[in-house]
């Protein structure tokens, strides 16, 4: 079993909607999340860091659920700029335990 | 401010030729990274860096290949002999040491033929 697991999608979703990812992780040790963007043939982009009471920014929710060990990200009200695969990232201690998703692609269409 | 850079933007080089790879951190980072990228696949992690700790190279494929990282700056990978399925995207990525929080360079797309 992977360490963090995604669903690879692709979610095809119009523009205007609301969208949600789950990810999974194994390591129940895991204490830091996170949320990257990677649009097609460009590097990671950090999106924002997940705490354990969940946070906000703008159109996008992060939340974390520790008794099933799942972070979720929920986009509202989908741009189409929002197209892109977004990657987990879960941290289980030390530097050497940080594992990256291989991500969920996401498509919204016009 | 600046980000992450890394050079070159592409390489193609031939089977059994030595590439080198560099990597500008942020300034102020201490914590460097560098990871393997296939087409459609996840992060593959080879070598961390930290301030002036002897790096972890546990994520390396094989001895041919091998990163030093210059004055707690500037970090060099490179690959000796190369082969074909060396061929990917190479990412570093810099960190404030302890945040987690990594933000990478573009990359250098790495065709082996």
């Known amino acids: 079993r992977k360490e963090v697991e995604q669903d690879p999608g692709p979610f095809n979703v119009p523009e205007g909607a609301t969208v949600a990812f789950n990810c999974t992780y194994s390591?129940?040790?895991?204490?830091?999340f996170f949320w990257y963007r990677q649009d097609c043939r460009k590097e990671p982009k950090l999106l924002m860091s997940v705490y354990s009471s969940g946070n906000e920014d703008g159109r996008f929710t992060a939340q974390l659920n520790r008794a099933s060990q799942y972070i979720s990200l929920l986009i509202r009200d989908s741009k189409l700029s929002d197209s892109a695969t977004y990657l987990c990232?879960?941290?289980?201690?030390?530097?050497?335990?940080?594992?990256f998703g291989t991500g969920t692609k996401l498509q919204v269409i016009p | 401010g600046a980000g992450v850079s890394q050079s070159p933007s592409n390489k193609v080089t031939e089977k059994g030729k030595d590439v080198e790879l560099r990597c500008d951190p942020i300034?102020?980072?201490?914590?460097l990274y560098w990871y393997r990228q296939s087409l459609g696949q996840g992060l593959e992690f080879l070598i961390y860096?930290?301030?002036?700790?002897?790096?972890?190279k546990s994520g390396l494929p094989s001895d041919r290949f091998s990163a030093e990282r210059t004055g707690g700056s500037v970090s060099t990978l490179t690959i000796q002999r190369t082969q074909q399925e060396d061929s990917a995207v190479y990412l570093c990525a810099s960190e404030v040491g302890g945040s987690y929080e990594q933000y990478f360079g573009p990359g250098t797309r790495l065709t082996v033929t």
């Open positions: 390591n129940s040790a895991s204490q830091s």
């Open positions: 300034s102020g980072h201490t914590a």
């Open positions: 860096f930290q301030g002036n700790s002897a790096p972890d």
């Open positions: 990232v879960a941290n289980s201690g030390g530097y050497q335990k940080v594992t």
